[in-house]
């Protein structure tokens, strides 16, 4: 007897220009393209085994351990739908290889890290759920096309296909064939780039991506502003500011961009806060390290980003890393992390550097 599985394990990626609203919800197009970093380390990432098997008689996802009901229509029934019609064509194509696109799957995914807590678990989560039934399908797709399926499970899903530096273009068909996620650089252009993650909550937030964005897209006027005027122009500068290695012009977009976000947030009706005092404590200190690298004459060292939730990221330069995670550590005393038996890193505080 044949046994059709793979396992595949795909990482988070943090957005430093993020995508925040919808132009269509159904293909999940968005109002602006958008730049992310992906993290290779093996904290941040979902693991998915998918089966396919004749004897099945529904498609199952347990998530964590818990069966999470693939509803008709729903994102899941949409990636898992897309993935089944490419393993029909190129058993179309290659009439010698087995008829399993008809065959019902069962997919397990684990995230090793919190789900739905700001933390990008829904780009992972759907960068592994579309590349596990890729191998499974052994499909010859490359990692944009995959992407465009990707894009519809989680917008920010599309960009984890790739490593490294990647951006998703908006795009501007209907049918979505041209919003897909694109390699700016691969991780191996920029190796000194890091990415500390602090986890100032692992609560889920109070308000997902899905219907936060929705209800900007409703209510706020900035965003129009932030996407016609603001979005564009900071693509090209942070495009640009990656393939030169200029960290100072990344870290100021970088944190513009987090602001405008946050404040497009804020602008929404009712408003969403989805930073705490910590965050913002922690945006002061970063602030402050900035201000007196420059004010002695040296450069712009880091540079924070929050998604939508209270955690930090901060990205710099690996020469720059050990003193930044001294400052967070000094200035946000935690207990030690029974992870972390050397007494290194405090808990909560991790870090990682992008894959390539
Ligand atoms: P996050 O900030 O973690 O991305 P979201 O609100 O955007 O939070 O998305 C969380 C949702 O993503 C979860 O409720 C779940 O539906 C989906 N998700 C997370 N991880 C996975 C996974 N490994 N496989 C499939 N879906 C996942
Ligand atoms: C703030 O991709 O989670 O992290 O497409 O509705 O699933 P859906 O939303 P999601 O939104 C991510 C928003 C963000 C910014 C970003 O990753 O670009
Ligand atoms: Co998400």
Not at 108 to 133: D, E, K, Q, W
Not at 296 to 307: S, W
Request: net charge neutral; proline share 5%; aromatic share 8%.
């Amino acid at each position: 007897m044949t046994v059709y599985q793979a396992t595949v394990s795909a990482p988070v990626n943090i957005a430093v220009i993020k995508y925040w609203g919808k132009r269509d919800t159904k293909l999940i197009l968005p109002t602006n393209s958008s730049l992310s970093v992906t993290l290779d380390q093996d904290h941040l990432r979902s693991t998915t085994t998918s089966r396919a098997d004749e004897s099945f008689e529904r498609d199952i996802l347990w998530l964590n351990g818990k069966e999470d009901p693939i509803k008709e229509g729903g994102r899941l029934a949409t990636c898992i739908g897309e993935m089944k019609k490419l393993r029909k064509q190129y058993e179309d194509a290659n009439p010698n290889e087995p008829k399993i696109s008809s065959y019902r799957v069962h997919i397990a995914s684990n995230n090793n890290f919190p789900t739905a807590a700001g933390l990008a678990s829904s780009a992972s989560g759907f960068a592994a759920l579309v590349s596990s039934l890729a191998a499974l399908y052994k499909l010859p797709s490359s990692p944009s096309e995959l992407s465009l399926i990707a894009r519809q499970g989680s917008g920010s899903a599309c960009r984890s296909l790739f490593g490294g530096f990647v951006a998703w273009e908006m795009g501007s068909a209907t049918s979505g064939t041209d919003s897909l996620a694109v390699e700016v650089a691969p991780r191996e252009h920029w190796p000194e780039m890091q990415a500390l993650v602090c986890v100032v909550s692992d609560k889920k937030k109070g308000t997902s991506s899905t219907s936060g964005m929705q209800r900007t897209v409703e209510t706020s006027t900035l965003l129009q502003h932030r996407i016609r005027e603001v979005v564009p122009k900071r693509m090209e500068q942070m495009i640009r500011a990656i393939k030169d290695k200029d960290f100072t012009t990344f870290a100021e977009v970088t944190m513009r961009d987090s602001n405008s976000f946050h404040a497009v947030a804020l602008d929404t009706d009712p408003p969403i806060f989805y930073m705490n005092d910590v965050s913002r404590a922690i945006i002061a200190t970063i602030v402050e390290y900035n201000r007196a690298s420059v004010a002695a004459g040296g450069p712009v060292k880091a540079a924070y980003t929050f998604d939508a939730g209270p955690n930090a990221v901060i990205y710099a330069l690996e020469k720059d890393m050990a003193e930044i995670i001294r400052l967070v550590c000094y200035f946000f005393p935690q207990g030690v992390s029974f992870e972390d038996p050397m007494g290194v890193f405090p808990s909560g505080v991790q870090s990682g550097v992008p894959e390539g």
